[in-house]
């Protein structure tokens, strides 16, 4: 019987799987697009069904149908093959949750907190009530998986012991706090108390942290209406989005994603039909998040709070999202949040949200009736207007807003274009964006981690001959001292690594072709490493007058640039 990875490869090519995210067009015997891991204005990112892989010749992203969903969605190898699994209708029956990997505990250890914050849920009437109250229905709380934990100090803790948990494990994902004493026994309690559960989802649809509301009736004042997870080896703040495992396919279906502050919020949009609503979880979004979304539409519509902190939050995530090239639209609310809207006049929301205006446009519109007329005015609009207007990557549409504002505010165009050029231009988040080497590092690392993965599992089945072939093509591509210090670096990583390939190749072991394409995939990338370093050194030199060296550097940067050439000339081609 074939196994999971196997089935999923059946199912889904490569143009399939790509094909669900972005745009593809016929070029040739492949398909291209606009590469999804760096801005670039004419396509780079080819696809290849014969190959079975992807190949982006401006930023060298490359891989297959697992590493395009872990780098675009930003998840381990698991992760990947549950989305993929998911999509292809397999059952993973061979994914052991009490496997060796740390990292597979650290999940399980999250989901039964999950479901121990459910059934809590189900035995309390008051935290029943308030959720309800607040309009949700059974079905949402049930799909969302909405918990809560008693006001207790240990419950969830004992829990987890009986489930055969160690304090270790619960305080590696954020679920118990260690007290402080002194000269007595170590003491832990729970993190979470009195409070209705958010559980927090990678793209992956895996429990990695919570968000805890305290129950109004428990709010003393002292501590934080909302509690979350602490960063942990699970969760990183900056790169989850509330419901962005339920939102991402509706999103690049509909072109367009709603950014709201709160889970309440994201909650009550996506049960009013919403489905392609995420939430920043009351934390500062930031360009990591921003790029996820725009990775799957460039529209962007903003209902934050209206109160002074959510204001506040707007203006930043508007500053970055513009940065990045996106288009930005204002969701104007009445009420203080769209969770209320919702409840109260779902039909005002759903007026308001196709009334979404540009953020010029709305900005505009707020400062012309706040703002008095003559000098106040003036200088309103050259302070808050046209800086956002240096952030618009289009030339015509900067032209566009800047005719706008001269028509409705009465100020004279000329002078408008006099005080726009003076400003500055910060593009700080679309440089990095724009930088092959942005997310370079991330798809080594992906790589990487595939080879490496092979290595163990050539160790651990004592092939011999599997061992010697792939340490000799790992020691041919980076030399023997990386080698030595990369096999260091991942043996950390060593269960992890060895579950990954175990799950892809079964008992079987990869094929010479795959092998062959994982060690040049790899050795590609270190020498444009290697190239980027000599090409710096040598302009240092040259600046320099060093004139010897800058000579050997120059024949290094031959060197490397034919040899990355010879690689490069057995990519499949446009």
């Given amino acids: 019987m074939s196994t999971p990875v196997e089935q999923i490869k059946e199912r889904l090519g490569i143009a399939d799987v790509v094909g669900s995210y972005l745009k593809l067009e016929r070029a040739g015997s492949s398909l291209k697009a606009k590469c999804p891991f760096h801005n670039e204005k004419t396509p780079s990112f080819f696809v290849s069904p014969a190959r079975g892989?992807?190949?982006c010749f401006g930023c060298q992203a490359k891989?297959?149908?697992?590493?395009f969903v872990q780098e675009f969605e930003g998840l381990d190898?698991?992760?990947?093959?549950?989305?993929?699994a998911e999509r292809a209708g397999v059952t993973l029956t061979k994914i052991d949750p009490k496997v060796k990997s740390e990292h597979a505990r650290l999940y399980l250890c999250l989901e039964k907190a999950t479901r121990f914050y459910e059934e809590a849920l189900q035995n309390n009437s008051e935290?029943?009530?308030?959720?309800?109250?607040?309009?949700?229905?059974?079905?949402?709380?049930?799909e969302w998986r909405l918990g809560f934990v008693p006001n207790d100090w240990r419950q969830l803790f004992e829990h987890l012991l009986k489930e055969g948990f160690k304090p270790e494990e619960m305080g590696?994902?954020?679920?118990?706090?260690?007290?402080?004493?002194?000269?007595?026994?170590?003491?832990?309690?729970?993190?979470f108390r009195g409070r209705v559960m958010y559980p927090i989802r990678d793209s992956a649809g895996r429990v990695i942290a919570f968000s805890g509301r305290i129950l109004p009736t428990l709010d003393d004042g002292k501590t934080g209406k909302y509690i979350n997870s602490p960063e942990t080896v699970l969760f990183s703040k900056s790169n989850t989005l509330y419901g962005f495992d339920k939102a991402k396919l509706i999103i690049r279906e509909l072109d367009a994603a709603i950014l709201v502050e709160g889970q309440m919020d994201l909650l009550m949009a996506h049960q009013a039909g919403y489905g392609n609503t995420v939430a920043s979880s009351g934390t500062a979004l930031t360009e990591e998040q921003l790029t996820r979304l725009k990775r799957l539409s460039e529209n962007l519509l903003i209902a934050f709070d209206s109160d002074k902190a959510g204001l506040v939050a707007s203006e930043r995530a508007i500053r970055l999202a513009l940065a990045l090239g996106v288009n930005v639209k204002v969701i104007s609310l009445r009420e203080k949040d769209p969770a209320d809207l919702i409840l109260k006049e779902p039909g005002e929301w759903e007026r308001a949200v196709k009334g979404a205006k540009h953020i010029i446009d709305f900005l505009l519109e707020n400062l012309l009736h706040s703002a008095k007329e003559g000098r106040e005015r003036a200088l309103a609009i050259e302070k808050t207007l046209l800086p956002?207007?240096?952030?618009l990557p289009s030339s015509v549409e900067q032209s566009h807003f800047l005719?706008?504002?001269?028509e409705k505010s009465g100020l004279r165009e000329e002078a408008l274009w006099t005080a726009f050029k003076k400003i500055p231009t910060s593009f700080q988040g679309k440089e990095q964006q724009e930088s092959p080497k942005a997310s370079g590092t991330v798809r080594s690392n992906t790589l990487e981690r595939r080879v490496f993965s092979v290595y163990f599992l050539a160790e651990s089945r004592n092939d011999a001959t599997l061992l010697g072939r792939v340490r000799g093509n790992l020691i041919r591509a980076l030399g023997q001292e990386l080698f030595d210090k990369k096999v260091k670096q991942y043996e950390a990583l060593h269960d992890v690594l060895l579950l990954e390939a175990e799950t892809l190749y079964g008992e079987g072991a990869l094929g010479p072709n795959e092998e062959?394409?994982?060690?040049?995939h790899l050795e590609e990338d270190h020498i444009t490493r290697l190239l980027s370093g000599a090409m710096d050194a040598l302009a240092n030199a040259e600046r320099e007058g060093r004139k010897d060296e800058a000579n050997r550097l120059l024949n290094t940067c031959k060197e490397l640039t034919q040899k990355l050439a010879g690689l490069k000339s057995a990519r499949f081609l446009p």
């Fill in 63 to 67: 891989g297959d149908i697992f590493t």
């Fill in 388 to 391: 956002l207007l240096r952030l």
């Fill in 403 to 406: 005719k706008v504002i001269a």
């Fill in 53 to 55: 892989g992807y190949y």
């Fill in 172 to 191: 590696k994902v954020g679920l118990i706090k260690r007290a402080q004493t002194e000269g007595e026994a170590i003491k832990f309690y729970d993190t």
């Fill in 516 to 520: 062959e394409e994982l060690i040049r």
């Fill in 77 to 84: 190898f698991i992760g990947a093959l549950r989305v993929l």
């Fill in 127 to 142: 935290a029943k009530a308030y959720i309800e109250g607040r309009g949700l229905t059974p079905k949402t709380i049930q």
